[in-house]
């Protein structure tokens, strides 16, 4: 942890303005976090239902968090701005990106945005399962790009992978890593490799858990025994808050061709996607 600490300290400027690209699950709540800890940020999506619902969602951790603190919450609130036009990429240090994971639609985001950066801003991505070398290719203006892959639900988890190719300046994993300090996460430096490293260790674990209930158990008695373990959460609840088709194209680039859990399959098809559309393994109110 104290190595991890160290990996995040501020080398040069500290960053003032982000912008953050898509408000679902992840931006939404990268962009509220990073206001919370005191960044500008304007938060950009195509859909404005998406952004109307990340905006209420931080509204909702500011109130947790500053409790009778109204006017930290109110200011807080004050600092995410919901940019529709995406007018806040020209004014950022650095710009995150965080739309739906399909690589072409990423590309070509890159390709727009990137002339209209500072010269000397970060760009980067959250993305769980594309490889940066792909991601990286033709980038006007040979900008870098760098992976800054935080975990759901953002606000209560600590670490943040930092992805770096052998291609990735040094400089630029420095700054991000010394971004992800200022949000106080820790930065854990990793390759771009299938799963990274988090969830090369965690898909198999919720596969196996699906495996288990495509065999009778009830999604409760599996994560009722992984909590009795000590896990904070068990591995179906976690694929739920995950959402199961982002649980699924992990599954899928990290099984080696095996076929994913039938009930997977099934509730993915049936459009049930866990937490974020109601229902899942379990029903979300
Ligand atoms: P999501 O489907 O909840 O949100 C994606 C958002 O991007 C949508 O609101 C969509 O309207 C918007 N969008 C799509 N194309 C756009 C464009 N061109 N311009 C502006 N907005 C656009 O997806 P998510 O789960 O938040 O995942 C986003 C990224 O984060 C993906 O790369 C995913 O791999 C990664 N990620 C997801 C998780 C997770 O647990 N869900 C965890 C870590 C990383």
């Known amino acids: 942890r104290e190595q991890l600490k160290a990996q995040g300290k501020q080398t040069g400027t500290p960053a003032k303005r982000v912008h953050v690209i898509g408000a679902g699950v992840m931006g939404g709540d990268i962009a509220a976090w990073c206001a919370y800890k005191g960044l500008t940020v304007s938060l950009q999506d195509q859909d404005g239902g998406r952004l109307a619902t990340a905006i209420g969602r931080a509204q909702q951790l500011y109130a947790r968090k500053f409790r009778r603190d109204l006017r930290g919450a109110r200011a807080a609130a004050d ?44 760009l980067a991505t959250n993305t769980s399962s594309l490889r940066l070398e792909d991601l990286s290719q033709g980038l006007p203006g040979g900008r870098q790009l760098v992976g800054i892959h935080f975990f759901n639900p953002v606000a209560s988890m600590p670490l943040v992978e930092v ?33 990274f490293l988090v969830n090369a260790v965690l898909a198999p674990y919720m596969l196996e858990a699906m495996r288990c209930v495509d065999e009778g158990l009830a999604p409760s008695s599996v994560d009722a025994a992984m ?40 509730l993915v098809d049936g459009g049930k996607l866990g937490r974020k559309s109601g229902k899942g393994f379990y029903i979300w109110e």
Do not use: W
Request: charged share 20%; glycine share 8%; aromatic share 2%.
């Open 79 to 122: 600092r995410l701005i919901p940019d529709p036009q995406g007018a806040g990429v020209a004014h950022a240090d650095i710009v995150i990106e965080a739309i739906s994971e399909n690589l072409e639609a990423k590309l070509g985001l890159y390709r727009e945005i990137a002339p209209r950066m500072k010269a000397d801003a970060i």
């Open 163 to 195: 992805v770096h190719t052998d291609a990735t300046p040094p400089a630029l994993r420095a700054r991000a890593a010394a971004f992800v300090g200022q949000l106080d996460k820790l930065a854990l430096p990793v390759r771009s490799a299938p799963g």
């Open 227 to 266: 909590e009795a373990f000590g896990m904070p959460m068990g591995p179906l609840e976690l694929a739920d808050t995950v959402g199961l088709d982002i649980a699924m194209a992990a599954g899928k680039q990290l099984s080696d061709g095996e076929q994913p859990p039938a009930c997977l399959v099934r």
